[in-house]
């Protein structure tokens, strides 16, 4: 008889009984507590508020009301540069902060009972708005720098809006929390006196990993717009040496329609009090002036460049504007939310402004606006208005 072959049955581990199952899972160590939370919060909150402000001066900038249009500076010319970079960057920055932050509180999802009194409830519904807000925000931002919109609605009006939600659960979760913030802020809060030897290292290296991550998003993406690092500028969507002539494009002329355009038929019109009509010839044969400015894109990117061409405001006066006019640019573009730009008389009568014909030495190439294009003084990139046909006067 032959040994009988033994198979060993599979044995499963046994399964804990349901009612641990269902417990909320207990969390223990320092990394998920109250001073952890606070330090990765103030740099989240950080990050969070340069992005507001610098985001709230774009919106400004981009759609004054009309109080405000005539009250925006043309100056310093870098200034849209500086408060974009700013607001992308800290966005950016924001991601990993945001992460490092949802995963040091996750454990307070497991808080039972889930609603102790109605203000426990609102201050849970408010912590729920806050992180689908934060969330929602950091993410169509982030693909907004790639110029990818894959839902139904427009950009920029909820970008705005989502930021006051942001803003306000923010403001109202920090009051909330403030004597937990103010007990965890400085070095020698409660926390630390407690913390057991052997927990210290946890939490500094989790922020040390934090701070890794946020320095390498940084610094692989802030070339973009601070031109001296664009050497380490690996992840931004745009490097500002690659184009054209030197300057990232947005649009091209082929997907505005403009690159048919037949330049004998071109004319500059400028109406206004003393209307009139100038070829590219003619143009050319006016004064002609240089200028050192900076396309800063609302995405983030930038780049200066030298610019030549005539001075919006000899073009005005030509046409008999008054001093305070200002001024409506039309593209050839026939479709786009940038084809018509509006200009308030502070960027109109600034003798940077110009309407540009040369580019870092050349004629103006196709993309970059080609015959004619706008170049202005600390302004949105969106309002460098390329394939300019017609200058309005308005009083
Ligand atoms: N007519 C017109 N002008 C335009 C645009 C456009 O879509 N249409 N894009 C704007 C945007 S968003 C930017 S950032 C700058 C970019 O200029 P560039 O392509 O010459 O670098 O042009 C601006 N001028
Ligand atoms: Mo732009």
Redesign the pocket.
Known sequence: MSPRLRIPRPSLPPLPPLSRLLAPPSFSGRLHDARTATSTGRWLGLAFAVCFVTGLISHYLQRPPDWLAPLLPSRPVWGYRVTQGLHVASGTAAVPLLFAKLWTVYPRLFVRPVVRSVPHALERLSIGVLVAASVFQLFTGLLNTVQWYPWPFSFVPVHYAVAWLVTGALVLHVAVKWPDIRLHWGRRSPGTLELPAADAPDRRSLLAAVGLAVGAVTVTTVGQSLTPLRRLDLLAPRHPDH?AQG?????TAAA?G?ASVAVRDWRLSVVGPRPYELTLDALRTLPQYEVELP?????GWS?SARWTGVRVMDLLERADAPPGAWVRVV???RR????V?EMGRTYARDPLTLLALR?NGQVLSP???FPA?IIAPNRP???????VTRLEVMV
Request: proline fraction near 3%; hydrophobic fraction near 40%.
């Open positions: 184009g300057l990232p494009v947005n649009r505005a403009t396309i800063a894109c609302v995405e780049r593209s050839l573009e786009g939310a940038y084809k730009m580019l993309d970059h606006g294009r990139g969106v309002w460098q208005t390329k394939w």
